[in-house]
């Protein structure tokens, strides 16, 4: 196996003394995970830093051996770790992805949609410049993994926001978290709490 791709980091968990295994998503392959050496390291650390984008490669010498993972970093997002909002939908976004999004299956559509969304934050850290967009990247996941369907649009009303957030909020621990870590809709509950008092 050798995959190479322009990939965006969704989660890194530590594994071993100084390695970590980082899962990442790609336009042509989905969801991929690899093992990266050294990735708690100082250097690597600022690199596997969720929401940045990498040149993966991938090695392994057969399919069902968890593959060796080589990052060269391609743009970083990191300046954006010290706005607590921005931060917090960063994390939402690419952990929900890493949590519920099947490996080894392409989803264009999902992949082209979180690229928009990290993107979106890039641009406009203040809420009202992304929020619509978080909600329509949470319906997507429910449709494309075949709980809810989507109507493609975007609220911009903060009223609208929040409510849509419920909504989704509640699909979402019902049909893909109801037996997965909790810890993950820690972060959702986080940032909906944050935009919560931003709209006050």
């Not at 984008?53 to 593959?67: H, K, M, N, S, Y």
């Not at 109801?178 to 935009?195: F, H, K, N, P, Q």
Request: proline content about 6%; charged content about 20%; overall charge neutral.
């Amino acid at each position: 196996m050798h995959i190479s791709a322009s990939a965006i980091i969704c989660a890194v968990r530590p594994h071993g003394e100084a390695g970590a295994v980082v899962r990442v998503m790609t336009a042509d392959y989905g969801l991929l995970a690899g093992y990266v050496r050294g990735g708690r390291s100082r250097t690597m650390r600022p690199v596997l830093q969720p929401s940045n984008i990498v040149r993966a490669e991938f090695r392994a010498r057969v399919e069902t051996q968890l593959p060796g993972l080589t990052v060269e970093l391609e743009h970083t997002r990191g300046p954006l770790m010290a706005e607590p909002l921005a931060a917090a939908a960063l994390d939402w976004a690419t952990a929900l992805t890493a949590s519920v999004v099947p490996e080894l299956h392409p989803y264009p559509t999902i992949h082209s949609a979180l690229d928009g969304l990290l993107i979106a934050i890039e641009a406009a850290p203040a809420a009202r410049g992304w929020a619509g967009a978080l909600v329509s990247y949470e319906a997507l996941i429910l449709s494309a993994l075949g709980f809810g369907h989507g109507d493609g649009g975007r609220p911009d009303d903060w009223s609208d926001v929040l409510a849509s957030l419920n909504q989704s909020g509640a699909r979402l621990d019902r049909y893909l978290f109801s037996d997965r870590r909790a810890d993950v809709l820690a972060a959702r509950e986080r940032l909906v709490e944050r935009l919560k008092r931003a709209a006050a």
